[in-house]
Each structure stands twice: as C-alpha cells, then as structure tokens.
Antibody, heavy 120, light 111 residues
Framework: QVTLRESGPALVKPTQTLTLTCTFSGFSLSTSGMCVSWIRQPPGKALEWLALIDWDDDKYYSTSLKTRLTISKDTSKNQVVLTMTNMDPVDTATYYC????????????WGQGTMVTVSS | QSALTQPRSVSGSPGQSVTISCTGTSSDVGGYNYVSWYQQHPGKAPKLMIYDVSKRPSGVPDRFSGSKSGNTASLTISGLQAEDEADYYCCSYAGSYTSYVFGTGTKVTVL
C-alpha cells in the first residue's frame, strides 16, 4: 500500500523559513521514473503546483516561486523535504505531497496535507 | 504560467450528465497528452479521477470520462450521483521547465 504523509510546523512567522517533510511508504524514489511533488492550496482557493524531484535527483520548481523553494530527498529514509524561504501571510495554505509514476504523468497518490499558517 | 481556466460551477440533477471544461494553451493542454482530473471533497485531499486525458485509474467509476480538443480538455460525469458533489481540478503537464499547471477549479452541485 502506497502512503504519503506531510509533517511540519502549523504556524510560522513572516520572513521565517518553512521546512516540510513528506514521509512515504510502499514505493522507492530510487525506482526509475518515480517522482514526488509538492502542491499547496490556500483556504478556499485552487491547487498550486510547487516543486518536483525525480528518481535521478533532478529538481523542478514553479517559475513564480523558484527563488524561494528548495526540494531534496533522502532515499534511505523515504523522505522528501521542501523548504520555502521568506514566508508571508499569503503563503498560508494546506501543503500536500503526492507521487508521480513518470514525469509528466498524474499525481496518483496524495498525502492528507498539512495546514501551515503564516502569522506574527 | 497562468492557471488553466475552468467554469466556477456546474450543476445537474441526479442521473443527468455534466461536463467541465479546462482551457489552456498550446504550451500545456494543447501540447501534451498529460491532462489529469482530480476530485476534492471538503476537507479532503484531492483524488485522481482521470489521467493521460482519458484514462481511468482502477476503482474510478466509468461514469467519469475525459477528452481533449486543441487547447481545451473536458471531464464528463454521466449518471450524476449525490456523492459526485465536490470540487474538480484539471491539471496539465507544461514541459520540463514549467512542469505542471492546475486549473482554477469547478464546484459540481447535484441538485
């Protein structure tokens, strides 16, 4: 059974750096074609794609956020980490991680999401 | 990269069919056969309903179907049921630089 679970702080202050961890099971990120992505959703708003890392450690970022985002993986721990710098209240959202079987393909399995509020 | 355009809401009575459009550009929807659709109930994570324009994952009812023409993709729900009431999002691959773009979302109401 494939599962993903997001973890991280529920509250961060403006200008701080957010670090989120996606811990997954049921697949290996060293398998050719496998990818893990981060997507967010502000309250009452649409989904927004953020970043992706693939089995070969190639990384891709949203063009509008790429200067603030870093994605990395620890294959031995089955974890993918996303950091977002200089947090702002507009970054308040539920952050999801999701699996992709082949780059270009769909997000077939999602975590339950973690809500992050940016406030002083 | 601009979000794909979806109608804000669609509605139908039980048993009817509804279609949700998803309009992009030749750089995303029109350029790749990598359009997917997600169903999201309130407070829940999105669920994959359609991938690669028209393919259904195992367990998704065949009432859900997808298609694409030019820069516009569509999701059709036939035989609408109460449990289909949810938000629906389209998503398209947009190349190795931009990667992915989501739609604006559509709320489906079962009357």
């Amino acid at each position: 059974q494939v599962t993903l679970r997001e973890s991280g702080p529920a509250l961060v202050k403006p200008t701080q750096t957010l670090t989120l961890t996606c811990t997954f099971s049921g697949f290996s990120l060293s398998t050719s074609g496998m990818c893990v992505s981060w997507i967010r959703q502000p309250p009452g708003k649409a989904l927004e794609w953020l970043a992706l890392i693939d089995w070969d450690d190639d990384k891709y970022y949203s063009t509008s956020l790429k200067t603030r985002l870093t994605i990395s993986k620890d294959t031995s721990k089955n974890q993918v980490v996303l950091t977002m710098t200089n947090m702002d209240p507009v970054d308040t959202a539920t952050y999801y991680c999701a699996r992709i079987l082949l780059q270009g393909g769909a997000f077939d399995i999602w975590g339950q999401g973690t809500m992050v509020t940016v406030s002083s | 990269q601009s979000a794909l355009t979806q109608p804000r809401s669609v509605s139908g009575s039980p048993g009817q069919s509804v279609t949700i459009s998803c309009t992009g550009t030749s750089s995303d929807v029109g350029g790749y056969n990598y359009v997917s659709w997600y169903q999201q109930h309130p407070g829940k994570a999105p669920k994959l309903m359609i991938y690669d324009v028209s393919k259904r994952p195992s367990g998704v009812p065949d009432r859900f179907s997808g298609s694409k023409s030019g820069n516009t993709a569509s999701l059709t729900i036939s035989g609408l049921q109460a449990e289909d009431e949810a938000d629906y999002y389209c998503c398209s691959y947009a190349g190795s630089y931009t990667s992915y773009v989501f739609g604006t979302g559509t709320k489906v109401t079962v009357l």
